[in-house]
């Protein structure tokens, strides 16, 4: 199976059970659960292979799952939305929705016995949770403005979805790609500011314009162009994790958008077939690239593939600085608008999501899409409509002109929901954003994403502040505290932030930010700003 694990007794505990049973297996037999009650489950079947259908076990909420949908591309629609709202609105307090940082929803306080009734509910309004935990290929990111911006290179939604069908068999589970060795991240970048954060996925597909040639050959019965021709430029192994974080590297490629399918099928199948499934600190993809090299790892791709593939265009198309989407944005169908809400920290209740799901249906064409900074876009909506929409009571908490610190706030779960955390993340968050906004003004967005330990989920390398969560000392005592990283780039010459300052704890924060503010990013104190206007 693999080069660098081949035998059994080297295989990792999580290899051993995938070997035992499949996790796609868990699909039939959701009625059992269901009728058994959580308790009563088989452990692993419980806290690992029900992933593979989206239920995650909340050590932290026994018996309160969380699911994990699949978004391709982000896209959904008021009806889904509706779905979704009813779900989380059976719990009642115990009953949430987070927008996470892969442009997807997760639903809080799931009971395992409303399964089998969540998932018809989902089926029937073409919702699927499929393989999106465990060593699957996560949702896969696109343009969140795809087919609505005027200046984008490549409407990314089609393709987004046929490698989402690729992989999941049309949501129904897809053995293929179930047993990967460890987690996979894809994104397709649309438009010229990489709102996917191409740089951080395993694979991911860069827009790049190549110089027509006669050496090559663009399918049979297609004419030889003179002009530049648009694909994409492939780079691959970028990720975080707790042992190590790094940017995507060129793989050296370039294709044709009809080739984007076929080409993540070749990828797989090399991770599949060779990734390590020994050491699961050492099974990303990355790790299997140092192993071979670059080179080698494109040959393989090219096997794979049944053909060569074309040495990447000189350079990629990411010249913009990245957009976050919050405002009224032209979309470049005459008379019609996008208008993206900051959601803080992406946390939405049952009423938030009907009021949501309304407000798609009432103003734009019953779209709504969600982002990689955890709001929402809600597209289609006619000038004739929008200044009745800019009156909607909802705007008020999920404004489209919020703070320059909110607007650009990302939070993973956090201690609230998460049994790996070391603090807690989204309400603290969104507390100290609450005070610096009182104490400072700004002249521009900074972008300060927390994660609650270092897997890393809210991305705090690519932050301007990244804030991790780590346990520190302070008078004898042991306290919540976070790592600060900075310099993470996002859009045109993105690149990863590094680790500045270690070990602040959480309670003496505020001051620590306030300074860093003022001194990197221009903020001014208030009181300051009062002092040079008057
Ligand atoms: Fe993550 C594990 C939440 C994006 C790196 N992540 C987890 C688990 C499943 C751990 C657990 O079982 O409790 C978290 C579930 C907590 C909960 O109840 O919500 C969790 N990850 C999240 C989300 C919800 C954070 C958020 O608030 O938005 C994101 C869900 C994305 C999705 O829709 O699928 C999320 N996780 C990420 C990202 C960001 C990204 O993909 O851009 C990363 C870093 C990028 C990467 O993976 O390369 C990330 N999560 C991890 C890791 C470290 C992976 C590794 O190779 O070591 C883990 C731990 C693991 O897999 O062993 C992890
Ligand atoms: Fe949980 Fe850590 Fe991921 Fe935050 S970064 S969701 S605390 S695993």
């Not at 660098?4 to 499949?22: G, I, M, P, R």
């Not at 935990?133 to 990111?141: E, K, L």
């Not at 027509?212 to 003179?226: I, K, M, R, T």
Request: proline share 4%; net charge negative.
């Amino acid at each position: 199976m693999t080069d660098t694990a081949t035998t059994t007794t080297s295989l990792n505990k999580f290899e051993k059970f995938k070997a035992q049973k499949d996790g796609l297996a868990i699909k039939s037999e959701i009625e059992k659960f269901a009728a058994l009650g959580w308790e009563a489950m088989d452990e692993t079947d419980r806290d690992h292979r029900l992933k593979w259908v989206g239920v995650f076990f909340r050590p932290v909420t026994p018996g309160k799952f969380m699911m994990r949908l699949r978004m391709p591309n982000g896209i959904l629609t008021s009806s889904q939305m509706s779905v979704l709202a009813q779900v989380v609105q059976r719990y009642g307090d115990d009953g949430c929705a987070d927008i996470t940082t892969r442009q997807n929803i997760q639903l809080r306080g799931i009971r395992i016995e409303d399964l089998p009734d969540i998932f018809n509910r989902f089926h029937a309004v073409g919702l699927t949770t499929i393989q999106s935990g465990m060593d699957n290929v996560r949702n896969i990111t696109g343009d969140p403005v795809a087919g609505l911006d005027a200046d984008e290179l490549y409407d990314t939604r089609e393709l987004v979805q046929q490698i989402q069908d690729m992989l999941t068999n049309k949501g129904e589970g897809n053995p293929e790609f179930s047993n990967l060795p460890r987690k996979f991240n894809i994104a397709i970048a649309g438009g010229r500011d990489n709102s996917v954060h191409a740089e951080i996925n395993d694979l991911a597909f860069v827009p790049a314009f190549k110089e027509g040639s006669e050496d090559w050959v663009l399918g049979a019965g297609q004419e030889f162009s003179q002009s530049p021709i648009f694909g994409f430029n492939i780079v691959v192994g970028g990720f975080f994790s707790a042992k190590r974080c790094e940017a995507a590297i060129p793989l050296n490629a370039w294709i044709l958008p009809e080739d984007v399918v076929a080409v993540c099928r070749a990828v797989l199948e090399v991770f599949r077939d060779h990734g390590s499934r020994a050491n699961r600190q050492k099974s990303r993809l990355m790790w299997l690239i140092d192993e071979w090299g670059v080179e080698k790892f494109r040959a393989e791709v090219e096997s794979r593939l049944g053909k060569s593939l074309l040495s990447a265009a000189a350079k990629d198309e990411i010249d913009w600085e990245k957009r976050d989407h919050i405002g009224v944005y032209k979309q470049k169908q005459a008379g019609l608008n996008y208008a993206g809400l900051n959601i803080p920290v992406g946390r939405l209740y049952a009423e938030d999501m009907f009021e949501i799901a309304r407000l798609a249906e009432v103003y734009g064409s019953g779209e709504i899409r969600v982002t990689v900074e955890q709001n929402i876009v809600i597209p289609n909506i006619s000038d004739s409509r929008l200044a009745t929409f800019l009156t909607e009571s909802l705007l008020e908490r999920f404004s489209i002109d919020p703070g320059l610190l909110t607007r650009s706030l990302v939070s993973c779960t956090g201690a609230q929901f998460c049994n790996f955390a070391l603090i807690e993340t989204k309400n603290r968050a969104l507390a100290m954003i609450k005070a610096l906004e009182e104490d400072l003004t700004f002249t521009n967005p900074v972008r300060i994403h927390w994660t609650g330990c270092p897997n890393s989920c809210g991305q705090p390398q690519v932050a301007d502040i990244g804030l991790m969560g780590t346990k520190t000392r302070k008078n004898g005592k042991t306290l919540e505290g976070v790592d600060i990283y900075m310099g993470g780039k996002v859009g045109k010459d993105a690149h990863l932030g590094t680790c500045v300052t270690k070990g602040i704890p959480c309670e003496d924060l505020q001051p620590v930010l306030q300074d860093l503010l003022i001194k990197n990013f221009g903020a001014k104190l208030k009181q300051e700003a009062l002092v040079i206007n008057s």
